[in-house]
T-cell receptor, first 114, second 117 residues
Framework: EPEVTQTPSHQVTQMGQEVILRCVPI?????FYWYRQILGQKVEFLVS????????KSEIFDDQFSVERPDGSNFTLKIRSTKLEDSAMYFC????????????FGQGTRLTVV | AQTVTQSQPEMSVQEAETVTLSCTYD???????LFWYKQPPSRQMILVIR??????QNATENRFSVNFQKAAKSFSLKISDSQLGDTAMYFC??????????????FGTGTRLKVLA
């Protein structure tokens, strides 16, 4: 069964460093998402990506964040200068689109900023 | 703004018993979907069940069923014959279909369910 794959599963980084979280969505999906879950809290929407551009982003997704689909298969989330409060679980998700809107989630990347 | 509220932070149920998790939501839209996701200790998000707002019939998926009350904006999840493997965090989620180009979820705060042997 096709699945969304995220790497790495856990990343520890120094405050102020750049991190790139990687995702391989399901191959015939058209919509891609990043969500964030701070430990013990709810899952929050960060950004959606469709047709090679951001279709919607939340207030959390400020200038420190960017997304890219560099080669038609990978979908990346970059945080330019990490802060302590960026420590969270980051989930990538993808969906096929209209009439098949349910998202399939990856297993998550736990980001720890020290 | 659309919101999703889960008023039960924690619940427990005996194995083989039935439990109902509550969810209410607020929206002015008429075209939307509702979901329940399960997050076990592995923290993977797993789809449990989906309900289209235009459907009057409540969705069922094996031991899982929903009670969808559109006028009351209520969407509860019933788990029958609870199993130890049902122990997880359960998130209710809303998806507004009126915005082209995005089908984002708005999640509730979750209900931690523990199934007791």
């Amino acid at each position: 069964e096709p699945e969304v794959t995220q790497t790495p599963s856990h990343q520890v980084t120094q405050m102020g460093q750049e991190v790139i979280l990687r995702c391989v969505p399901i191959s015939n999906h058209l919509y891609f998402y990043w969500y964030r879950q701070i430990l013990g809290q709810k899952v929050e929407f960060l950004v959606s990506f469709y047709n090679n551009e951001i279709s919607e982003k939340s207030e959390i997704f400020d200038d420190q964040f960017s997304v890219e689909r560099p080669d038609g298969s990978n979908f990346t989330l970059k945080i330019r200068s990490t802060k302590l409060e960026d420590s969270a679980m980051y989930f990538c998700a993808s969906s096929r689109g209209i009439m098949n809107t349910e998202a399939f989630f990856g297993q998550g990347t736990r980001l720890t900023v020290v | 703004a659309q919101t999703v509220t889960q008023s039960q932070p924690e619940m427990s149920v005996q194995e083989a018993e039935t439990v109902t998790l509550s969810c209410t939501y607020d929206t002015s839209e008429s075209n939307y979907y509702l979901f329940w996701y399960k997050q076990p200790p592995s923290r993977q998000m797993i789809l449990v069940i989906r309900q289209e707002a235009y459907k009057q019939q409540n969705a069922t998926e094996n031991r899982f069923s929903v009670n969808f009350q559109k006028a009351a904006k209520s969407f509860s999840l019933k788990i029958s014959d609870s199993q130890l493997g049902d122990t997880a965090m359960y998130f209710c989620a809303f998806m507004d279909l009126s915005m082209p180009g995005t089908y984002k979820y708005i999640f509730g705060t979750g209900t931690r369910l523990k199934v007791l042997a």
